[in-house]
């Protein structure tokens, strides 16, 4: 679909919302959850628990913001994930407050958390996703969409309308920035070798009814 096609349809869809049309809404629902759980699971470093509950936050406050999404400033989708970002980040500080406080206890002493048991998962998943968080933006960016969208180098040259020297500079830059964050977070250099040997579970989620 061509930018002005989008648009005004988007447009359309957004009057009819706010007109109290609910197909309309379920259209605009329909086109976009994919897509939204992928971005937030990504964002989550695969923690569904995480993301089911970012997820439904951002439709929750996507009703009460209907108002303030503008098609002509971009799409529907990207309106959601800006939304979504920052629930993850706050979802992100929030339990950074709480490990703070927290006494560790006997079942996360060292030793406890085994490579691949739930708790080790648990953790792997936190320390991807405050990375991500902590990406810069075009970085985090051309990671999602080289690991998570699955675009090839020469896609996201298309795409970005730039150089395929600059992407692949921006693609290193990116991933050294990642395994340095995540290093950092986690002490564990081996698991860091390159962001698409982290072992996401990314795995397409059944539908949720808005």
């Known amino acids: 679909m061509i930018a002005d096609e989008r648009v005004t349809r988007e447009q359309v869809l957004r009057a009819a919302v706010l007109a109290g049309d609910e197909s309309a809404w379920q259209a605009l629902y329909d086109e976009t959850f994919e897509a939204l759980y992928g971005y937030v699971l990504w964002r989550s470093g695969g923690r569904k628990d995480r993301a089911d509950e970012v997820v439904q936050e951002c439709w929750l406050t996507a009703v009460r913001r209907i108002r303030r999404f503008d098609p002509q400033r971009g799409r529907f989708l990207d309106w959601l994930r800006g939304i979504a970002a920052n629930l993850v980040r706050n979802q992100l500080r929030r339990e950074s407050k709480r490990r703070s406080r927290e006494v560790l206890s006997d079942s996360r002493s060292p030793g406890s ?57 921006l693609l290193a830059r990116a991933r050294d920035e990642f395994r340095a964050l995540y290093v950092g977070s ?9 962001p698409a040997a982290l072992g996401w579970q990314l795995q397409r989620q059944p539908r949720r009814e808005p």
């Open 113 to 169: 958390a085994t490579d691949g048991s739930p708790l080790e998962d648990l953790e792997r998943g936190s320390r991807i996703a405050l990375a991500l968080a902590a990406l810069p933006e075009r970085q985090e960016a051309v990671l999602r969409a080289k690991y998570l969208e699955g675009r090839s180098v020469a896609e996201i040259v298309a795409a970005w309308n730039q150089t395929p020297k600059a992407i692949e500079s």
């Open 186 to 194: 986690a002490g564990d250099e081996e698991r860091a070798r390159d």
